[in-house]
């Protein structure tokens, strides 16, 4: 069975940084594309996309493009987003979602086909 396991939420303060993880168990990784997703007022938006192909090519969405990293460390099967330059805007529930066997970079939350069970980042004014 496949799961996935984010940490890293919290809550911190416009203009700081956090990171977060999100832990793959139940199936090979390397293969696997992988992204976050914030769901914030009904809306889960993308924001960024790695491991599509077996690499480490990766897609960002306009919101956080220049400020979020997607990264992942195939030996851990642990994906990451470091998030920089946060703003109120930011805050929401952020999901880890994977898709196996991928050759392209799935935009669409349709698209995932495992999820994990979301973590809470709130950025304060």
């Known amino acids: 069975q496949v799961q996935l396991v984010e940490s890293g939420g919290g809550l911190v303060q416009a203009g700081g940084s956090l990171s977060l993880s999100c832990v793959v168990s139940?199936?090979?990784?390397?293969?696997?594309?992988m992204a976050w997703f914030r769901q914030a007022r009904n809306v889960r938006e993308l924001l960024a996309v790695i491991g599509w192909s077996g690499d480490n090519r990766t897609i960002y969405g306009d919101s956080v493009e220049g400020r979020f990293t997607i990264s992942k460390y195939d030996a851990e099967n642990t994906v990451y987003l470091q998030m920089t330059s946060l703003k109120v805007e930011d805050t929401g529930v952020y999901y880890c979602?994977?898709?196996?066997?991928?050759?392209?970079?799935?935009?669409?939350?349709?698209?995932?086909?495992?999820w994990g069970q979301g973590t809470q980042v709130t950025v304060s004014s």
């Open positions: 979602a994977g898709r196996p066997d991928s050759l392209v970079p799935y935009t669409s939350a349709d698209s995932y086909h495992y």
């Open positions: 139940g199936r090979t990784f390397s293969d696997t594309a």
